[in-house]
C-alpha cells in the first residue's frame, strides 16, 4: 500500500511539473518513478529480505531503514532528473517519449489497482481454506476461540456438517483494539468449509473475540444465526 501510494506520487509530481515546465527539457515520469523505486527497494533490501525469509529479526531497527530507503529513493530521483526528456521532431524520439511516459501512467494504475484490491475485500481469498485459517490465527489475538465457537455451532453444523476450517474470506475482516474500557470490536466474514458443504458467515463482535450472532449463507440462502457461547 505505502509503495503504491508512494510511486503514484512520484508520477502525478512529474506529471505536474511535465506541464508547469517552460524549459527546453522537461522531466520524464517513468525515469522518476524508475529512479526512486530502485533507491527505495535498495535501501528497504534489509526487510524485504525478511519478508523473502518470513522472519521476525531485524538487525537493524526499522526506524532507521525507512528514514534510509526514503533518502536513498530521493537520491534515486535527482539522478533520474538528469536524464530529461527533451523536445525533439525525431519520429523515434517522440515514439520513445511517449512510451516512457505510457509506462509511468501504467506504474500509476497498478498503484491504483493494488490499492482497490486490498481495500476491496479480503487480499488473500485465492490462498486455500487452511492457509487463510493460519494465517488469521497469526493475525487476530483470539482468533483461535472464534474457530471454537463456529465449530460447536448448532445452526451452522446443520448446514455445513461437521466443521473443518474456518477462514477469512471476501468481506470485512478486522479487528480494532482498545486498551481502555470498551475492550476491543471488529467484524469477521468467514468461509466455513464442512463435511457437508461451504458457508459463509459474518459476525460483528464487541469486548470479546467471540462470535455469537451473525448471518450464515448456504446455498444461496442467507439466515440469522445465534451461536451459543
Not at 534489509?46 to 536513498?72: D, G, H, K, V
Not at 529513493?73 to 511517449?98: D, M, N, T, Y
Not at 477469512?168 to 483494539?177: A, E, H, M
Amino acid at each position: 500500500m505505502g509503495l503504491s501510494l508512494y510511486l503514484l506520487g512520484i508520477c502525478a509530481t512529474a506529471v505536474i511539473f511535465q506541464g508547469m515546465s517552460s524549459q527546453a527539457s522537461k522531466i520524464e515520469p517513468s525515469f522518476l518513478v524508475l529512479g526512486g523505486t530502485i533507491g527505495l527497494l535498495v535501501g528497504s533490501s534489509p526487510i524485504l529480505l525478511n519478508l523473502l525469509l518470513q522472519t521476525s529479526y531485524y538487525p537493524i531497527s526499522p526506524l532507521i531503514i525507512l528514514p534510509f530507503a526514503f533518502l536513498l529513493s530521493i537520491v534515486g530521483i535527482r539522478i533520474a532528473c538528469e536524464f530529461p526528456r527533451r523536445k525533439s521532431s525525431s519520429h523515434q524520439r517522440v515514439l520513445l517519449s511517449r512510451i516512457s511516459t505510457l509506462i509511468g501512467w501504467l506504474v500509476a494504475l497498478l498503484a491504483l489497482t493494488v490499492i482497490w484490491i486490498n481495500n476491496s475485500s479480503f487480499p488473500g481469498i485465492n490462498a486455500a481454506s487452511v492457509v487463510r485459517e493460519q494465517w488469521a490465527n497469526q493475525e487476530f489475538n483470539g482468533y483461535k476461540g472464534v474457530v471454537e465457537t463456529i465449530k460447536t455451532c448448532q445452526p451452522i453444523i446443520k448446514q455445513v456438517g461437521r466443521v473443518k476450517y474456518v477462514a477469512p474470506t471476501s468481506g470485512k475482516n478486522y479487528v480494532i483494539s482498545d486498551h481502555g474500557s470498551s475492550g476491543h470490536r471488529g467484524e469477521f466474514t468467514l468461509e466455513v468449509v464442512g463435511e457437508q458443504g461451504i458457508g459463509v458467515t459474518n459476525f460483528n463482535f464487541h469486548i470479546d473475540t467471540v462470535v455469537s450472532s451473525g448471518q450464515l449463507t448456504y446455498q444461496g440462502k442467507t439466515q440469522e444465526i445465534v451461536c451459543r457461547v
